[in-house]
């Protein structure tokens, strides 16, 4: 049992054992170049809302959304709207686990575009790819029971698929479109199985909607491109008053309906997806951050829908952390690897791989050390963040390593520092953390919360968590708010 009150009494432990700490001036330009590259090409999309001079597979599957979010690019989704979107991606990370244990599964894709189709400048990504089936992947708050109330109510989702299926050419075979609908923890998976009949048809549709949008936007004139798919549902131009969809009729999927054979699965891999078994190995794994928030990281699997999971301070710079992280493992500068075979409760971790010779033997060998990526605004003059040397510390302390390094990419000037920190006699940290992540991970497994559970041993977050975090009220009175 951790005797640890709150996360900053921790943090200031791990603070007072940084023994030297310097900018590592030989390893940095390879890193900084790759983050520089990244960031360039991430700031050109955001500027052109993503499309550039090319569509989304998604503005033709909704072409009156895409009108006014091309021509009136500066409205932002709703707050509501944005934690349904982050929810979506957090369940798609655990289908993607789980889908990734199966035979002939394909990683996650690069873009594709429909150039064999004569659309050319239609851009989209596949979520997944079991050998040649795709699947794509959705949630939904209601349920779709049957084709009928998929046509009715998601025909958008359907045609994102179609989309996919001609632009890489895959219509000799049958293909998925997966659901999981209502929330956590009564899932409900809901799989349909896909084929075109008619590849010719579904073409000419499609071509005629792409050329009805482009001359829609370049005359600026909506007229015709049919009623938005989220009428009814949350639209941000719709909230603003702006879209002109009240006039318009809904967009008439017949030729779908006639070319395209859809049927509902019932024992397909969907039944793998749902509830338990798409949370149970979330809730034995947890990130050195959790080790810092363990409170949050448990509202997290208890209520992951009204979980804000960003530990950066904005969506953006979560994306690009990202981005430059999976980009610097492709090149090799990075390595993603457990930290101890003896701790699995914790996520895999990057490495710096540094080469080192000796010049008696003239031979070179790779060393590893953990390292923490993170981007910011400041200039680099300001200091660097004490709680990303309390992450590097932990890390350093599970993996037995007293030397560990934090990379900061700096949005403004667009420059990055590398940050050498060495620690020592961190065998204390190690068996704190050990306590947090035991105490953390036998909560998780609690049905319901006592006043004997494991949740109240936990430390509190930092400060610097709490203040700005609305599931701290848990933390405060627990039972009063808590949803049973």
């Not at 993607?96 to 199966?102: H, K």
């Not at 017949?254 to 039944?271: P, T």
Request: hydrophobic share 30%; glycine share 4%.
């Amino acid at each position: 049992m951790t005797k640890l009150k709150n996360s900053d009494d921790f943090i200031n432990k791990i603070l007072k054992k940084v023994t030297s700490f310097s900018q590592d001036e030989t390893n940095i330009t390879p890193i900084e170049k790759v983050s520089k590259d990244v960031y360039r090409i991430m700031k050109e999309i955001a500027d052109n809302r993503g499309r550039g001079n090319s569509l989304r597979v998604t503005d033709l599957c909704n072409p009156m959304q895409a009108f006014y979010d091309i021509t009136k690019p500066n409205i932002q989704n709703p707050d509501e709207l944005t934690k349904k979107f982050r929810y979506g991606k957090f369940i798609e990370g655990r289908v993607n686990v789980i889908l990734s244990r199966e035979e002939g599964y394909v990683p996650p894709q690069g873009n594709v575009n429909g150039t064999n189709v004569e659309m050319a400048d239609v851009n989209g990504k596949i979520d997944f790819r079991i050998r040649e089936k795709i699947i794509e992947f959705k949630t939904s708050e209601y349920d779709i029971p049957d084709k009928d109330v998929l046509f009715t109510k998601n025909p958008q989702d359907l045609e994102q698929l179609l989309l996919y299926i001609l632009f890489t050419d895959r219509t000799n075979e049958e293909h998925t479109l997966l659901y999981l609908t209502g929330r956590h923890p009564n899932l409900k998976p809901r799989e349909f199985r896909v084929k075109i009949k008619d590849k010719e048809k579904i073409i000419s549709y499609f071509k005629s909607r792409h050329d009805k949008l482009k001359k829609a936007i370049e005359t600026r004139n909506s007229q015709g491109l049919g009623k938005c798919r989220y009428f009814n549902a949350t639209c941000k131009f719709k909230l603003e008053g702006l879209c002109n969809c009240d006039n318009e009729e809904d967009i008439d999927i017949s030729e779908i309906k006639n070319n395209v054979f859809v049927e509902l699965v019932e024992d397909g891999i969907g039944n793998k997806l749902a509830n338990a078994q798409l949370i149970q190995n979330y809730e034995k794994s947890i990130g050195i951050w959790d080790i810092l928030t363990p409170r949050k990281w448990l509202m997290k699997i208890k209520h992951p829908y009204d979980y804000d999971d960003w530990e950066d301070d904005d969506e953006y710079k979560y994306e690009l952390r990202k981005e430059i992280e999976k980009e610097l493992v492709e090149e090799g500068r990075l390595t993603k690897d457990r930290l101890s075979v003896d701790i699995p409760e914790i996520k895999d971790q990057l490495f710096l791989q540094i080469l080192s010779g000796d010049p008696a033997t003239n031979e070179s060998h790779s060393e590893k050390y953990p390292i923490l990526i993170r981007v910011q605004d400041d200039n680099p003059k300001n200091p660097l963040n004490y709680y990303y040397i309390a992450q590097i510390g932990l890390a350093c302390a599970l993996s037995n390593n007293n030397t560990g390094y934090v990379f900061v990419f700096y949005r403004n000037p667009e420059v990055g520092t590398l940050y050498k920190i060495k620690f020592s006699k961190l065998g204390d940290i190690k068996q704190e953390a050990l306590n947090i992540i035991n105490e953390t991970v036998r909560s998780a497994k609690e049905k319901k919360f006592t006043p004997n559970s494991p949740f109240f041993n936990l430390p509190f977050c930092p400060k610097v968590v709490t203040i700005n975090c609305n599931k701290c009220v848990f933390c405060k009175d627990f039972f009063d708010h808590v949803i049973s």
